[in-house]
């Protein structure tokens, strides 16, 4: 794919086209030319195994002066960060929720539990889980200004973007259960993450991982596409992507415009493409995105259309 430079609010940010990265692929057809924002970044699929991706993709130190410089600005909240802001409170309610499923296998007396939160946001899983749980949980986060409001609240919350060579002496092969939401479609590798992310944790420890559901974008593309998003997950490329790191997923749900996954982590290296992945049926989802595309549109230009609505819902739910 070739380079191509952005400009966005006078900073410039280069993007570099790139090898599959989970099947080292080298050849896309383009899916989506646009993102949120009218940016103009092709999404595509990688032929070989029907990943859907960014490329080209953000190089490192243009993702990074996204985050430091454009991030708040591109994904602004309305209100400061308090716990009676709706931002927060909204990320209590997913908290809550995301707590319940992992109850199911863990727990809430079981000691020791050791959690660690990759992608911490505003520390609401956290706070959930001292409040309901005997767990221990610390975190990761790159946001400054939610690594301040975690700490207030009294959080273990370390400030920095997750590195697989900084885990810290006290988490490293300690983990008994690794979460992360909505945080791997953020990376440039997710099996780097993913390899990171076996050295925190035991043979047989729990990998919590929620990402947004291609299937189920929930409004435009043009909206659900977005920097710093490099790639969009359906759930056979997220149970893919687990499979060929060593995870082995137990339970997965499609909830709204995401889905979940637990998985266990076997400790076993990394395996082939050809041992673990179920190819994705690309046509089919082409098909189901454009179908979706064209309903929303008419959506908005007839928005009163009682019968529009039900039959964006029954096809959303299909």
């Not at 859907?52 to 209100?79: A, G, I, W």
């Not at 993450?193 to 929930?218: A, D, M, Q, W, Y």
């Not at 049926?281 to 039900?310: I, M, N, Q, T």
Request: aromatic share 10%; charged share 25%.
């Amino acid at each position: 794919m070739p380079p191509v430079t952005l400009r966005l609010d006078g900073i410039e940010l280069k993007a570099i086209g790139t090898d599959c990265d989970f099947c080292g692929g080298e050849e896309f057809s383009l899916f989506w030319d646009r993102m949120r924002h009218r940016i103009e970044l092709p999404t595509v699929f990688c032929n070989t195994c029907g990943l859907c991706q960014t490329n080209p993709e953000l190089t490192v130190d243009s993702t990074k002066t996204f985050y430091t410089s454009l991030y708040n600005k591109y994904h602004k909240r309305k209100e400061p960060l308090s716990p009676e802001s709706e931002y927060v409170r909204r990320s209590r309610r997913l908290a809550e929720a995301r707590l319940e499923t992992l109850a199911n296998f863990v727990p809430r007396d079981q000691t020791p539990v050791l959690v660690y939160e990759v992608g911490a946001g505003v520390g609401q899983f956290q706070e959930v889980c001292r409040a309901q749980t005997k767990w221990q949980v610390q975190g990761v986060e790159p946001g400054e200004e939610q690594v301040a409001y975690c700490r207030s609240r009294g959080l273990d919350v370390k400030h920095g973007f997750f590195d697989e060579g900084d885990l810290g002496d006290k988490v490293a092969g300690a983990a008994d259960v690794v979460v992360s939401f909505h945080v791997l479609e953020h990376f440039l590798s997710p099996s780097l993450f993913l390899r990171g992310v076996s050295k925190l944790l035991r043979r047989g420890s729990i990998l919590f991982v929620e990402v947004p559901n291609l299937l189920h974008p929930g409004g435009s593309l043009n909206s659900f596409l977005q920097l710093p998003h490099n790639y969009a997950f359906t759930p056979t490329t997220i149970c893919n992507y687990l499979r060929k790191n060593g995870f082995t997923p137990f339970f997965l749900q499609e909830k709204g415009p995401n889905v979940a996954t637990l998985s266990r982590y076997s400790g076993a290296p990394p395996v082939t493409l050809e041992g673990c992945a179920v190819l994705e049926d690309v046509d089919a989802v082409r098909k189901r995105l454009r179908a979706l595309e064209h309903l929303f549109g008419l959506s908005r230009l007839l928005p009163r259309l009682p019968l529009l609505g039900k039959v964006r819902g029954a096809l959303e739910s299909a």
